[in-house]
């Protein structure tokens, strides 16, 4: 009797090609729920295009902008679905190591675990 694996390359590559779907949809769902929040608070604002002002300094770390997505500012959800897009592909090399690691592919495994501390390296330090 031949055993067939349970997971195959196959099966990998269309989680995590569904993985990867989904957290762009989702990341552009709550962008753009953001977006209508933002707009019907201040949306009839004046724009001043003389001076750059950037984000507030509450919206450029990850607690800041989950507190504002929590409290319902426009921008805080904004900034939380970017945050789910730069996060999806760093789920996708974290499932890629399940996925090696369950194929008993330990080269890979190895190289993917690599390239995963990597971006967290280069995402928080």
Do not use: K
């Amino acid at each position: 009797m031949v055993r067939t694996p349970a997971w195959s390359d196959r099966s990998i590559e269309n989680v995590v090609g569904n993985l990867l779907r989904a957290g762009v949809l989702l990341s552009a769902l709550v962008v753009c729920c953001g977006a209508v929040i933002f707009l019907v608070r201040h949306g009839r604002s004046p724009a001043n295009y003389r001076v750059f002002q950037g984000e507030p300094a509450e919206l450029r770390n990850v607690s800041g902008i989950i507190h504002g997505a929590l409290d319902m500012h426009g921008s805080g959800i904004i900034q939380l679905g970017l945050l789910l897009l730069i996060a999806t592909p760093v789920a996708r090399v974290a499932f890629s190591i399940f996925g090696f690691a369950a194929e008993r592919d330990w080269l890979y495994t190895g190289f993917t675990c690599l390239v995963l501390g990597i971006l967290i390296f280069s995402l928080f330090g």
